[in-house]
């Protein structure tokens, strides 16, 4: 009965083992993939960022359940899906579909005031894409990123969201340009002393992409010489940056 019990004992610590490492191993993957996004986040590769998409994809199937993989899967068709914007409308409506489940799917294993940003920039995008179901899709927009306000008000990531949301939406549905700039001016402010808790969540929303939103909003404002200044600025930072080079620049060119 010693000797089994003895046996029992040194499987138990065998597979405690074996779960150990491969947790450990999982992490280490995990972070790897959370690299490369973050390395690649202001590309416009379509090709690149699909290829990195499988690999959220792969890594999900060993995640143990865990949130991050979603999340990430979640990000990249969002991004594919803002490239697709100027491309086909119905592949980037799909990409904004497909990333909205994914977030969902995260945010209901793990809430935080980035995913309801994210949450809510996906309907901000559907309903920009679909005229006839707009309305329900901005008040869903809405409705989720004052969920994400009332976690947590000094995100530079939900200001982001929030800003480009005031920055496209009319004045006579809540729009406001004076709003987004407060609020992306803010999140400069907030920048320069954040500090990002979880290793695994991922960088956006730094300098050079409330930059390029500045530019966008003066862009908008058909403000030619302010909106050329916040290029230059986020160029300056990423000088590969494809929405400012393909999206972007094209805009600013066709202010008179």
Same mark, same amino acid.
């Given at each position: ?6 046996? &029992? ?7 405690? /083992? ?7 191993? *999982?992490?280490?993957? =995990?972070?790897?993939? @959370? ?6 986040? %202001? ?13 959220? *994809? /792969? ?10 993989? #979603?999340?990430?899967?979640? $990000? ?17 409506? /799909? ?9 969902? /799917? ?16 996906? *309907?901000? @995008? ?19 990123? =004052? ?10 990531? =939900? #200001? ?5 949301? $005031? ?9 406001? @340009?004076? @709003?987004?700039?407060?609020? $992306? ?28 939103? !500045?530019?966008?909003?003066? +862009? ?20 590969? %940056?494809?929405? +400012? &080079?393909?999206? !972007?620049?094209?805009? *600013?060119?066709?202010?008179?």
């Amino acid at each position: 009965m010693r000797k089994f019990n003895i046996i &029992l004992f040194l499987f138990i610590c065998s597979v405690l /083992n074996y779960s150990a490492l491969g947790q450990d191993l *999982y992490l280490t993957r =995990l972070k790897a993939l @959370k690299n490369e996004i973050d390395a690649n986040y %202001y590309s416009f590769d379509i090709l690149k960022l699909k290829k990195i998409l499988n690999k959220t *994809y /792969n890594i999900t199937k060993i995640s143990g359940g865990d949130w991050h993989p #979603l999340y990430y899967s979640g $990000l990249m068709h969002y991004l594919l899906g803002k490239i697709y914007y100027q491309i086909d409308r119905d592949i980037a409506y /799909n990409q904004f579909d497909k990333s909205l489940d994914y977030f969902l /799917n995260a945010n209901d294993k793990h809430q935080s005031a980035e995913l309801l940003s994210l949450i809510s920039a996906a *309907y901000g @995008k559907k309903s920009a894409l679909s005229p006839v179901t707009a309305i329900y899709y901005g008040i869903k927009a809405k409705k989720y990123i =004052l969920d994400a306000y009332e976690l947590e008000k000094d995100n530079p990531k =939900l #200001l982001l969201i929030a800003a480009t949301h $005031l920055m496209h939406t009319p004045e006579s549905f809540g729009g406001s @340009k004076t @709003k987004a700039r407060s609020l $992306l001016l803010k999140s400069l402010e907030i920048n320069k002393t954040k500090n990002e808790k979880d290793e695994y969540v991922l960088n956006w929303a730094d300098d050079a992409e409330i930059y390029a939103y !500045l530019g966008q909003l003066e +862009v908008l404002n058909e403000n030619k010489d302010k909106a050329w200044i916040y290029i230059q600025k986020a160029i300056k930072l990423i000088p590969d %940056y494809g929405f +400012v &080079l393909k999206d !972007l620049f094209p805009q *600013y060119e066709k202010i008179k």
